[in-house]
């Protein structure tokens, strides 16, 4: 079974101080990654997809990278806006050729002025 | 453009009763997919539809159905309802051509008393 564990599970930062979240997971077969934000009372929204390890993508202060075991969303001079719970997902076969989402439990994330 | 849209945004429902709930999704988006979110079990799969058709399926008892219909819209029923089904239901689509980028709706908040 696909298996998605997001650490820390929440994550107090003063603004300007840069972290990391961490996204480890078990898949057969991992067809993409996905990195979603999430604030209270809203839908997830999108924010990168990464397809292979050594995959980078950057949006303003954050950037995710790929492994073959984890993703790490690293999050530089962050903003009191960018408190958030951060979600991981995995896409991988669920059978046939159909593929399925696979969602961490999230980072909750609170950047302090 | 338009988002995903999702109706009602809140609902609250008697143990027994049954719910519908409904998902517009983005224009020219023919694939759907429904997850249920809890705080103690994050984000979970339900179905995923595409040209009517129910593509994959998640871990969920049979009174858990859904359907699409011939504009894309989709809809999803939970019957004789229970306590546990207390959620955030959230309905994401995905564009044509190949894409596995979800774009999730606002989600409806449903309450079981």
């Known amino acids: 079974e696909d298996q998605v564990t997001q650490s820390p599970e929440a994550l107090r930062l003063q603004e300007g101080e840069s972290s990391s979240l961490n996204c480890s997971y078990t898949?057969?077969?991992?067809?993409?990654l996905f990195w979603y934000r999430q604030d209270p009372g809203k839908g997830p929204e999108f924010l990168f997809t990464l397809y292979s390890a050594g995959e980078e993508k950057e949006k303003e202060r954050l950037k995710a990278t790929l492994t073959k075991k984890e993703s790490f969303l690293h999050i530089t001079a962050p903003k009191p806006e960018d408190s958030a719970t951060y979600l991981c997902?995995?896409?991988?076969?669920?059978?046939?050729?159909?593929?399925?989402?696979?969602f961490g439990k999230g980072t909750l994330l609170t950047v302090n002025p | 453009k338009a988002g995903v849209t999702q109706t009602p945004r809140y609902l609250i429902k008697t143990r027994g009763q049954q719910v519908t709930l409904s998902c517009s999704p983005i224009s020219g988006h023919r694939s759907v997919s429904w997850y249920q979110q809890t705080p103690g079990q994050g984000l979970q799969f339900l179905f995923e539809?595409?040209?009517?058709?129910?593509?994959n399926k998640g871990n969920f008892p049979g009174r858990f159905s859904g359907r699409q219909f011939s504009n894309s819209r989709s809809e999803m029923n939970v019957s004789t309802l229970e306590l546990g089904d207390s959620a955030l239901y959230l309905c994401a689509s995905s564009p044509p051509g190949g894409s596995d980028t979800q774009y999730f709706g606002p989600g409806t908040r449903l309450t079981v008393l």
């Open positions: 997902a995995v896409q991988a076969r669920s059978g046939g050729s159909n593929y399925k989402l696979t």
């Open positions: 898949v057969s077969g991992l067809r993409g």
């Open positions: 539809y595409f040209s009517e058709t129910q593509r």
